[in-house]
């Protein structure tokens, strides 16, 4: 069983729709809960970062962690074009170690 | 914020040579540094840790005779694949972290760089 299951989609969404991407883990002393966006063939972008369970707004994105269930998720409003990536969680224990899911790909249409 | 770049972005060489890469904390001082691999449509998986005038401490599964890390500054990190082979072909792509830089031991990743071993 990996540590960080993703499911990596392709995720296909018209234009202003709320998209909703999930991460499941199984390694309960993880701390940190991060949101990469990835472009092809470009180096991940930090989204989101969380510490312990809870829900973190910034503008259209909102992050939510809920560490009963070992299970996050990131929720996109009004999606857009530009907003098509491959969408990766990630996730830290004390010894800082990023782990990563496989990454979700995300196609908003126009 | 903080930025990492990475040299080469792109590299093609033939198998049985020896390419460097080299990942470079530009405006601010990266004590640790990441090297992850990513094959096509799959995660980031770690490779290795380094500490500035440390040796790498590496992964499991990774062999450290043919992936020689040095970090030898608080601003640069390079990574050697030895004797290169078409299984080596990925997308190779650095990160860093530093003291003060971001919270939670934040780390700021490069652009990666595409090896492609013919």
């Known amino acids: 069983q990996k540590e960080v299951e993703q499911d990596p989609g392709p995720l296909s969404v018209p234009e202003g729709a709320i998209v909703s991407l999930n991460c499941t883990y199984s390694?309960?002393?993880?701390?940190?809960f991060m949101w990469y966006r990835q472009y092809s063939r470009k180096g991940p972008e930090l989204l989101m970062y969380?510490?312990?369970?809870g829900n973190k707004e910034d503008g259209r994105f909102t992050a939510q962690v809920d560490k009963s269930s070992k299970y996050i998720s990131l929720f996109i409003r009004d999606s857009q074009p530009s907003d098509s990536a491959t969408y990766l969680c990630?996730?830290?224990?004390?010894?800082?170690?990023?782990?990563f899911g496989s990454g979700t790909r995300l196609l908003v249409r126009p | 914020g903080a930025v990492v770049s990475q040299h080469p972005s792109w590299v093609i060489c033939k198998s049985g040579t020896s390419v460097k890469i080299e990942c470079r904390s530009l405006?601010?001082?990266?004590?640790?540094m990441f090297w992850y691999r990513q094959f096509p449509k799959q995660s980031l998986m770690l490779m290795a840790t380094?500490?500035?005038?440390?040796?790498?401490?590496?992964e499991q599964g990774v062999e450290k005779d043919k992936f020689l890390i040095n970090h030898a500054s608080l601003t640069l990190s390079t990574l050697t694949v030895t004797s290169a082979h078409p299984e080596d072909s990925s997308f190779y792509i650095c990160?860093?972290?530093?003291?003060?830089?971001?919270?939670?031991?934040?780390?700021?990743f490069g652009p990666g760089t595409r090896l492609t071993v013919l």
């Open positions: 990160s860093a972290s530093g003291e003060g830089k971001g919270s939670y031991n934040e780390q700021f």
């Open positions: 390694n309960s002393a993880f701390q940190y």
């Open positions: 969380t510490y312990s369970s």
């Open positions: 990630a996730m830290m224990d004390s010894s800082y170690k990023l782990i």
């Open positions: 405006d601010f001082q990266a004590t640790t």
């Open positions: 380094s500490n500035e005038g440390s040796k790498a401490t590496y």
